[in-house]
């Protein structure tokens, strides 16, 4: 097995620390990195590209989620509420995007 690397996976980690929002990935070597915007998996890199391009410091919730989807289209296709659930991390805590609020957003 000499210089390959062990099947593993990778996460995104979001929370709230200090009522500021933290996001954190871990990559399938064990490496933990912190991120202000971050995306992995199907479509990544197309979504990396729009993340760069689109994301600023002072972005407003509203046009997060819009990026957030625009992001995820890069993998994903025929996204309904159905098929997609967003999930929020802000100051307030923890919540999952409610139907009406998401299939707006697609």
Wanted: hydrophobic residues 35%; aromatic residues 8%; contains cysteine.
């Amino acid at each position: 097995y000499g210089g390959l690397r062990p099947m593993g996976v990778s996460f995104l980690i979001g929370g709230v620390h200090k009522e500021e929002p933290m996001l954190f990935e871990t990559d399938v070597g064990g490496d933990i990195y912190g991120w202000n915007a971050q995306v992995i998996g199907k479509g990544r890199d197309g979504a990396r590209e729009i993340l760069e391009d689109e994301w600023e410091e002072d972005i407003s919730k509203k046009e997060a989620k819009k990026l957030a989807v625009k992001c995820l289209s890069q993998g994903e296709v025929d996204m309904t509420k159905n098929t997609v659930r967003m999930a929020i991390i802000d100051s307030d805590g923890f919540r999952y995007a409610e139907d009406g609020e998401l299939k707006d957003l697609l």
